[in-house]
Structures are given as structure tokens and as C-alpha cells.
């Protein structure tokens, strides 16, 4: 078998959608996991609505969600000479021929259709069949010569055996009177050009495909694999919108998603392999097929995707996390960390990672080791900083200074300190966690002494115990 190459081709007139980003991640890991090319084109030939920022939006969200493309991008606008060559091309094989009907006659001709009841009018062009020495000087749209009669069946990866009839297909243009080729001539002729083996993309194309295997077959061309793939539905069942939350992929970022956990999250949305439901990229990459792509529309779950992501948080290296962290404050419009808050979280990572499941939430986590004195408990904490616990946080502090830094060592005195006072040590935690963090919820206490070390440690406690 030939080197598998799929492709992703998204239209630069707006942000990359959810939907979107999941088709690139199919059409990745088919290629990745088969040794093949992943390639991107970008399908800009829409000048009024293509956008350079759309373009650089798109770019940002693949790099994001880790999504390498094999090559340049290709610019789809920038082959527009390659596409009116192939036009020229089925003409010259009596594939395609020149209309020459102006959009008034075909506009007349649909309103005759209209007042005769006919909902659907396929538009029979004079000049199909019309003698070359018939033919005007005057402009002329090359349309394909499509089969009468007969059916066109797509055989579909996903979707199985969809048949068209041919009669309820027109002559569609391939390229305009003004010599801009349209969308259909163009995709087919990328395709073929890139060397695409397997087209995976939305099942909205799937009509498209019934017109673009014409154009093949008129080049006499090799027809790709087909895998239209449904549709990203709402946890409602309805088309995904903006009224569901976030569509845009940059959201998912600014957010404070991984992307390893989108990844995983996406890959199984739609697609099932046996009982997987978290796993690595390269897992991923090995387990992925066509054949597992259901047909129906699959939902977006947000508690689905936060303890996926979750799961990928705690398995994550801490320096890929540190590193991905920091673009996350970025995409969010957030400050920078500074070198000694940089160093901290670093420290810190290996007892906040495990019980987050968004970038935010481990930073909540972590705001322990982030924060500085002088340390402001929020309402909850402040609680449990009364007399009595201030009277032994200020007891504690000397036995501190000359204590050994490790658990093993802190845990008796922390112990014996609540004994004295005849209390539980979870009731000693709690001014401590205050003193600390000015949280209620972090990190063990001993967690928390060990990532700040023993002066800040002291520090912190002296000042709540004043």
C-alpha cells in the first residue's frame, strides 16, 4: 500500500472551531499512526471573507493542541492558475464544455421551472452537446459534462454506501466566465495534487463528494477514501453554538485546559476503541481507526473533558507543565510568573498536579507557593486564626529553627504541639493551612513547609501569630 496522506483544509474566516479542530486530530493520528503525512491547506479562495488573522488564529490552535503538519501550509488561492489549467484540460478531453448561457437565461429558466411545480430544477445547459462553430465570441463558464442517468455511489468509511442519482446532479461549473475556479474544481484538484489518499472530514461534505468523484473520474484520476464524520452536537443534542459555551479551540487554552487532555477528550468523541477512555497521543496514534468512527453526532460533556484533563494533569512531566502553564497565562491575558514565583510552582507541582483538573485550578492549588507575605486568609481561613491557635502557631516557631527540613521530622514536634493542647492534629492544620496559604483548601501542611521552605515558613507563622 502507498503512504497514507490525509489532509486538513480549513476556510480562514474565523476562529478554528471545536468541530474543526477535532476533524485535524482524526485526520493526524489516521496519518501519524500509519508511518503517512499529515498536511494542511488552507482554503482562502473566499477573498472578501478570508482573513490573515483567521488564518493566524487557525495556525495558533493546531500548534496548541499539538497537531504537527508535514510541509508548508498550502495557500489554496495561490494555485488558481493550476486549477483553470485542469478546466482547460477536460475540455480538451471532452470531459467539460463552454457555456455560454448569461445568469438572466438561467435565472429564467429556474423561474419557468418554479411556475411549473418543479422544486428542484437541474439546469440543462443549450451548449452540452452544441457545435464548437455554433459557439459566440463572447464569455463562457467551462462546465463538467456530469453523467444523465445512472447513479454515482460514494462508498464511505464511515458512512458506508450513499448513493446519488445522477439525474438530480447538473453540469456544474468548474470555472467561472471571469476564470476563477470554484470551490469544487479546487478541493479535487489540492487533493490530487498533495498526493491525498484519505479524505476525512465532515459528514456536511458528504454531497460534495458525489460531484468531486465526478471531477476524478473526468481527470481520470485515482478517487481518495472517504470518511465523512459526523457532526459535534451540544449536551443538549442540538448543532454546537455559542450558546453551549466555548466553540473556539483558543477558548479551550484561555481557559486553562491541557492540551494532551483535549486530545484525548476529542479522539473519543466519536470515535470508541473497546473500553479506552484516557490514554497517551502515541496510545492514541496505534488504537485509531475509521472503522471506529460512529454515525451519529456525538456531545459535548464538560465534566467528561475536565477529569479527562485532569488525568493527563497529574501524569503530565513538570517541566512540559511548567512550560505549558505559562502559555496558558498568556493566552489568558494574565501576568507573567516572576524567576522566585517561577521556582516555587516548580517545587510545588508534585503536590497540587494530582488534584487539579484545569490550569486554574492547580494554580488555586498552588497559591500557597505563589502568593506573599504579608499572607491575607479569605473569610474561611481567617476563622481559624483565633486566640488560642495564634497563642500555639507562636509556641511552635522556636521548635522550628533548629528542626531537621523533612516530613519524617516535622511530623513529631507538629504532633506533640497538639497533643500538649489536647486537640486532634487535623485541628492544628487548619491555622496552619490559614497561616500558610490563607486558604482552607491546599496542599498537606507538610507539603506546604517543604516547597517554601523554613524561613519563609516561620516567617509566615510569626506573622499570623502576631
Not at 471532452?94 to 411549473?116: D, L, M, N, V
Not at 497561616?435 to 491546599?442: E, I
Amino acid at each position: 500500500m502507498s503512504q497514507v496522506v490525509t489532509r486538513f483544509a480549513p476556510s480562514p474566516t474565523g476562529y478554528l472551531h471545536i468541530g474543526g479542530a477535532r476533524t485535524a486530530l482524526f485526520n493526524w493520528l489516521f496519518a501519524r499512526g500509519r508511518g503517512g503525512k499529515f498536511l494542511l491547506r488552507i482554503e482562502d479562495t473566499d477573498r472578501e471573507r478570508s482573513t490573515p488573522e483567521a488564518t493566524a488564529a487557525i495556525l495558533k490552535g493546531l500548534t496548541w493542541l499539538g497537531l504537527d503538519w508535514d510541509g508548508e501550509a498550502v495557500s489554496q488561492f495561490a494555485r488558481k492558475d493550476r486549477h483553470a489549467e485542469v478546466a482547460h484540460e477536460m475540455l480538451a478531453r471532452g470531459t467539460a464544455y463552454k457555456c455560454f448561457s448569461t445568469p438572466e437565461e438561467i435565472a429564467a429558466f429556474r423561474a419557468e421551472q418554479e411556475a411549473k411545480g418543479a422544486s428542484y430544477a437541474v439546469f440543462q445547459s443549450p451548449w452540452r452537446d452544441a457545435d464548437p462553430a455554433s459557439h459566440p465570441d463572447a464569455p463562457y463558464a467551462i462546465r463538467m459534462k456530469a453523467p444523465r442517468e445512472g447513479e454515482t455511489v460514494i462508498e464511505d468509511a464511515v458512512q458506508g454506501s450513499v448513493t446519488f442519482r445522477n439525474d438530480q446532479l447538473d453540469d456544474m461549473i468548474v470555472l467561472r466566465s471571469d476564470g476563477t475556479p470554484t470551490y469544487m474544481l479546487a478541493v479535487v484538484v489540492d487533493d490530487h495534487d498533495m498526493g491525498v489518499t484519505h479524505v476525512i472530514r465532515g459528514d456536511d461534505h458528504l454531497n460534495n463528494a458525489a460531484r468531486q468523484t465526478m471531477v476524478y473520474q473526468a481527470m481520470g484520476w485515482q478517487i481518495p477514501v472517504w470518511a465523512h464524520i459526523p457532526l459535534i452536537h451540544g449536551p443538549d443534542g442540538k448543532k454546537l453554538s455559542k450558546r453551549h459555551g466555548a466553540t473556539a479551540v483558543g477558548d479551550y487554552q484561555a481557559q486553562g485546559f491541557p492540551a494532551a487532555g483535549m486530545r484525548n477528550y476529542l479522539t473519543r468523541l466519536g470515535w470508541a476503541h473497546g473500553d479506552a477512555e484516557l490514554f497517551t497521543s502515541e496510545e492514541a496514534m496505534g488504537m485509531f481507526s475509521l472503522e471506529g468512527i460512529g454515525r451519529s453526532p456525538a456531545r459535548l460533556d464538560f465534566k467528561k473533558l475536565e477529569s479527562t484533563c485532569g488525568w493527563h494533569l497529574a501524569r503530565t512531566d513538570d517541566a512540559a507543565l511548567l512550560h505549558e502553564i505559562e502559555e496558558y497565562l498568556a493566552a489568558a491575558g494574565q501576568p507573567a510568573l516572576t524567576g522566585p514565583q517561577r521556582d516555587l510552582l516548580s517545587r510545588s507541582l508534585y503536590c497540587v498536579k494530582d488534584r487539579a483538573k484545569t490550569f486554574p485550578e492547580l494554580l488555586e492549588k498552588a497559591h500557597f507557593a505563589l502568593t506573599s507575605r504579608p499572607i491575607v486568609a479569605d473569610e474561611a481561613a481567617a476563622r481559624n486564626l483565633d486566640t488560642v491557635s495564634r497563642g500555639i502557631l507562636k509556641e511552635l516557631t522556636p521548635r522550628l529553627q533548629t528542626a531537621s527540613w523533612t516530613k519524617e521530622a516535622l511530623e513529631p514536634i507538629l504532633t506533640e504541639i497538639a497533643a500538649t493542647h489536647g486537640i486532634g492534629f487535623g485541628k492544628l492544620a487548619a491555622p496552619l493551612r490559614a497561616a500558610l496559604a490563607g486558604r482552607t483548601a491546599t496542599p498537606s501542611v507538610f507539603d506546604m513547609m517543604l516547597v517554601i521552605g523554613r524561613d519563609e515558613t516561620i516567617a509566615r507563622l510569626s506573622d499570623a501569630a502576631a
